[in-house]
DNA sequence: TCTTTTCCGTTGTAAATACAACCGATTTAT
DNA sequence: ATAAATCGGTTGTATTTACAACGGAAAAGA
């Protein structure tokens, strides 16, 4: 546990908090690691949860694959990210969504529930994590306004201009890597595959864009 | 401002806070009445927003419309509920939406800033309204996530079934009225308005559901 | 009351999508 | 090193959707 703490320096659960201080909560969080192989679950849909988990090394995707095989990728948490920060509210029923390893994985989770409910005052740093947690939550309802953006787009063309614009602007480059492959992509936007691919040939061929393996590179006078 | 301290008192802001109390917050809350004729914008994309808004009468759509016009219905704000809590992180951005009264409305507008970055203590209170925050911002992470799980759907039936099933969960009977006309219902799911009637007409036509203006009755053999 | 606007179902057509199947290239596992 | 699996592009077809246009009914406004 102890050697993950530089790592959990730097994630928004303890932003402003020290490693010292990190791991003086430990305890008082109970902190438990737990790892997991590529392709195993890590939380099913319909579990209810009641603990933060924050990804120390790996990559996990929240998803959901409905009757028929069809996957929807509604998040992805790389390394230093965490999920469950919405569930720790009283009442906040069951998870909708798997939570799955999409690489070998190392997962620490926190009880946090006591230091959200009891007075902030019991450890000294509780009332930081307290507002991490607020602006956690708050970013994640953020980033999911945005996805919504994406995915009310009515043609998968528009869906890819949606998401490769923003991530463009977000990695403030119009040359940038997704942590997606073709299907999880596809899954993300929620198109098929096939599809996709071929408009993304497509826009190549039209000279908005160009790409390889999961970098690409927006074209000005394409899509900047 | 007064009259609206019971409505208030019902809302998730604050929960657990008497009447006499909110009327003692209001001025430490910097709280401010607006009222919007119906059509009216609230809010448009692009602007900074510092405060917490509250609708005690009437109601707001969080909508986005593209450069086609199409336009996309992210969230509803009915009375007692609130929007915003995302945005009082530092660094939150501009918002990604357009906030337009659907009704004449009336709301009143908090700085809740103060209350979040400062210690909690200078009032009584206070630290209960963070955790209520805490709390409303989860709940609409998880709200989100479920219109995510609707439009995520490849076809326009689907996103019906998962919507309205949904519903009925929720108010906790097969027979429940939606908050939107149809072409609202489309803009929320993100299809079109004439193809989603033609399929809800198909749907009551192979006896899944009967329904009459925003009334909607699922059937036993149906979806239920 | 009368007019205007909104609402919602209907239809036909063009466009876009899902789906399945295939294949070569690359990566991973044995 | 070889086999197996994954990945990504391509194609054709059936399905689904968007779009436009229309009209009757209901609601809103004058």
Redesign the pocket.
């Known amino acids: 546990m102890k050697k993950y703490i530089s790592i959990l320096k730097t994630t928004k659960l303890f932003a402003g908090v020290s490693e010292d201080e990190i791991g003086a909560m430990l305890s008082c969080l109970d902190a438990r690691l737990h790892e997991y192989k590529?392709g195993e679950y890590v939380l099913r849909q319909g579990e209810h949860l009641n603990r933060i988990t924050v990804v120390v090394t790996g990559e996990l995707h929240v998803q959901r694959d409905d009757y028929?095989g069809?996957r929807a990728i509604v998040n992805r948490i790389g390394v230093g990210e965490m999920f469950g920060e919405a569930y720790i509210a009283p009442e906040s029923g069951a998870i909708l969504n798997d939570v799955v390893a999409v690489e070998d994985s190392t997962v620490i989770c926190f009880d946090v529930r006591r230091i959200i409910t009891v007075c902030s005052s019991a450890c000294r740093f509780h009332s930081m994590v307290v507002q991490n947690l607020f602006f956690a939550v708050s970013e994640k309802n953020r980033t999911l306004v945005q996805k919504l953006g994406h995915i009310s787009r009515?043609?998968?063309?528009?869906?890819l201009i949606s998401y490769l614009s923003e991530e463009a602007k977000r990695q403030n480059s119009p040359s940038f890597a997704i942590p997606f492959?073709?299907?999880?992509?596809?899954d993300f936007l929620?198109?098929?595959?096939?599809?996709?691919?071929?408009?993304?040939?497509?826009m190549r061929d039209e000279g908005l864009l160009t790409?390889?393996?999961?970098q690409f590179h927006l074209l000005s006078g394409g899509l900047v």
């Open positions: 590529k028929w069809n009515r043609t998968t063309r528009e869906k492959n073709r299907q999880q992509l596809a929620s198109v098929d595959r096939s599809a996709m691919s071929n408009e993304l040939c497509k790409f390889e393996k999961n």
